[in-house]
């Protein structure tokens, strides 16, 4: 079944533990990318990929890090979270990239940083 | 300031009547709009889309068009089903970033 998939679903942790959230799709997509959902504000892009070893910031990249080392898995990793980043996050990835490319969302990760 | 805007963050119909989700956009260099549909603890689905040559777009019960004058875009949803019930985000993708920018969201409620 083709599917991105993102780990853990729920987290909790507290403030300045480095925290990774997995993304991994099945799909052999070119381009993966990372959303935060917050209410009144939709999604915000964090970081995107437009291939391996190829990513660049989004709107929101500040206190975020990503990697790229295989086609099918994007992590996000937060060094030392803050409770600002208390949201729920989704990883997407899409055959192109360009931005009229469907994009298939994970089922997300809800983070709590206390 | 929000490019893509939702000014409707929740929206309630009878079923079997038709929805209409509006989304309104500021920047005149967007050339395809995209809707998705997001149940509660899934990710987001992709519904329909536009490109800015076009003026509507038909996928059985859902139906987009585009007013690009008014940089305006509305989904319809004929007849609507209580299935329908989710959180709609109206997306516009700019070609200069190779970014999609997505409106905060509407909430549907389709009531039985």
């Known amino acids: 079944e083709a599917q991105v998939t993102q780990n853990p679903r729920y987290l909790i942790t507290v403030t300045g533990k480095k925290l990774t959230v997995t993304c991994s799709q099945n799909m052999n997509h070119e381009y993966m990318s990372w959303y935060r959902q917050d209410p009144g504000l939709g999604l915000r892009q964090i970081y995107y990929?437009?291939?391996?070893?190829?990513?660049d910031k989004g709107d929101v990249p500040e206190g975020y890090k990503v990697s790229r080392k295989e086609k099918r898995n994007f992590p996000l990793i937060l060094e030392s979270p803050s409770p600002n980043q208390t949201s729920l996050y989704f990883c997407?990835?899409?055959?192109?990239?360009?931005?009229?490319?469907?994009?298939?969302f994970g089922p997300g990760t809800r983070l709590t940083v206390l | 300031d929000q490019q893509v805007k939702q000014n409707s963050p929740s929206l309630s119909v009878q079923e079997g009547r038709i929805s209409i989700l509006n989304c309104d956009y500021t920047n005149s260099m967007f050339d395809y709009f995209l809707w998705y549909k997001k149940y509660p603890a899934e990710g987001p689905t992709f519904l329909i889309s536009?490109?800015?040559?076009?003026d509507k777009n038909e996928d059985g019960r859902f139906t987009v068009f585009l007013n690009k004058s008014a940089k305006h875009l509305s989904l319809h949803i004929v007849p609507s089903q209580p299935g329908d019930s989710a959180v709609y985000f109206c997306a516009a993708s700019d070609p200069s970033y190779d970014k999609v920018i997505f409106g905060p969201g509407t909430s549907l409620s389709v009531i039985p």
């Open positions: 536009i490109s800015s040559i076009k």
């Open positions: 997407a990835s899409s055959l192109l990239g360009t931005g009229g490319d469907t994009q298939y």
């Open positions: 990929s437009m291939n391996v070893e190829v990513t």
